[in-house]
């Protein structure tokens, strides 16, 4: 009986150059990392591509080929003391190979407790990142690394890693299997090997007789009942920060700071999280807590320095804040219907008297003339129209109903009355 406890993928996954499905223009005949690796002389690198399309696979690969001391860490947990562990126990003249999963979650000071290793040769980094390296890596660190980009995995290589499974593990190639429909399997996984061959392994386990013809439905149903990982690129990645964001916005603390933790237990990325508060701060609370884009704004700067796992703190200090503020999307609706208004009557003259006038021309044209300047008047709310004639008097910015943004609305109340008489 099979007794193997590790998931398909990893029984399936790839040891030599040969075994590895995908990546032709890399590791194909003619591909440059190919020569690269036979070559046994092997640059410090970052493979740049989406999810399950073989980075930490070639790592391994290149490490058994090359037959050199290996390391791993994830960057998710990973810090500059783990970093530092492993280049002490780099051996002299021994080239080590350190393998960094998700290297773009590295901080700047983690970044660079590599560099010095890097530089003398001590280690060879070799770093996967789903993130464009240009932007996530520091310039430092990324010159001295060669990048490969892989491609997403075509419909004839997940048809061929499905094929080796069924013919090559010891689980499955005595069984009759048929794959009578494979659209929901490509679906499902969005083109990760890994995720394929573990929901392929699921479907498997799930319907146990001989003969089995795997249906799309088969799959689907599978997957409602047994896949419930956070996936940061799959449906639930959308489905997690909806509820985080709706949780604030509806002002439950509680909530949001569950989400979070869902995200930050599935290895979210630390700055996508940050990003959605700093915008929600803006959109969805505004003018009625102007310190709230403060504070969001500080959230992104701190844990873009910092990382996991401290950042957990500060995200959970701004996304708690956040959410017990008070809320207005009042200027949110106001640049949209402002938006909406300028398609609809292109490009209106600007009114003379706010126009800008360096020359003397245009002062003769009577640019900027009866302009007046709003600290002269009382609650700096000048006498005068702003908007071009044709939608004069037109409102777009209504306050919210909170006890800031009430105040505005008092005062532009008394404005519109004063030059609109109502």
């Not at 046994?40 to 058994?64: E, L, R, Y």
């Not at 701060?281 to 844990?303: R, Y």
């Not at 609809?344 to 044209?365: E, H």
Request: aromatic fraction near 8%; charged fraction near 25%.
């Amino acid at each position: 009986m099979f007794q193997n406890t590790f998931p398909l993928a990893e029984r399936m996954r790839p040891t030599t150059l040969d075994q590895l499905i995908g990546q032709e223009h890399l590791v194909g005949e003619k591909g440059i990392l190919r020569k690269v690796i036979l070559s046994g002389q092997i640059p410090s690198m970052i493979f740049w591509g989406p999810p399950g399309v073989g980075k930490t696979t070639m790592a391994n690969i290149i490490a058994n080929t090359l037959k050199v001391p290996f390391e791993t860490l994830s960057a998710v947990s990973a810090g500059v003391k783990d970093v530092r562990e492993v280049i002490q126990k780099a051996r002299p003249g021994i080239r080590t190979v350190l393998f960094i999963d998700e290297i773009h979650r590295f901080n700047k000071s983690q970044q660079d407790a590599l560099l010095g290793a890097v530089e003398k040769g001590k280690i060879t980094l070799i770093g996967a990142t789903t993130e464009n390296p240009s932007f996530e890596i520091n310039s430092a660190l990324l010159s001295r690394c060669q990048v490969y980009t892989l491609k997403a995995l075509e419909v004839k290589d997940l048809e061929n890693l499905l094929a080796n499974a069924m013919k090559a593990d010891e689980k499955l190639k005595d069984r009759k299997i048929k794959l009578k429909e494979k659209a929901a399997l490509f679906r499902l996984s969005g083109g990760d090997a890994r995720k394929l061959l573990n929901l392929f392994e699921l479907v498997t386990d799930q319907y146990p007789d001989d003969p089995l013809e795997i249906t799309d439905e088969m799959v689907t149903s599978t997957a409602q009942q047994r896949i419930s990982i956070y996936d940061k690129s799959g449906e639930q990645h959308y489905d997690i920060i909806s509820a985080f964001i709706k949780s604030i916005r509806g002002s439950d603390p509680n909530a949001a700071v569950y989400y979070l933790a869902r995200m930050i237990e599935g290895g979210e990325d630390v700055k996508f999280i940050a990003r959605r508060m700093l915008i929600l701060a803006s959109e969805d609370i505004g003018n009625a807590n102007p310190n709230a884009l403060l504070l969001a704004t500080s959230t992104f700067q701190a844990v873009t320095m910092i990382g996991y796992p401290e950042s957990r703190i500060i995200l959970s200090q701004c996304a708690t804040y956040l959410a017990c503020s008070a809320k207005s999307n009042a200027s949110y609706e106001a640049i949209n219907s402002a938006i909406s208004l300028v398609n609809q009557t292109g490009d209106l003259s600007v009114p003379l008297a706010i126009r800008n006038a360096p020359t003397k021309l245009m002062k003769d044209l009577n640019y900027g003339k009866d302009y007046q300047y709003a600290h002269s008047h009382k609650g700096n709310f000048a006498e005068m129209e702003f908007l071009p004639e044709e939608i004069k008097g037109t409102k777009l910015y209504d306050p919210g109903k909170n006890a800031r943004e009430e105040e505005m609305r008092k005062q532009l109340r008394a404005l519109w009355k004063e030059k609109y008489g109502y």
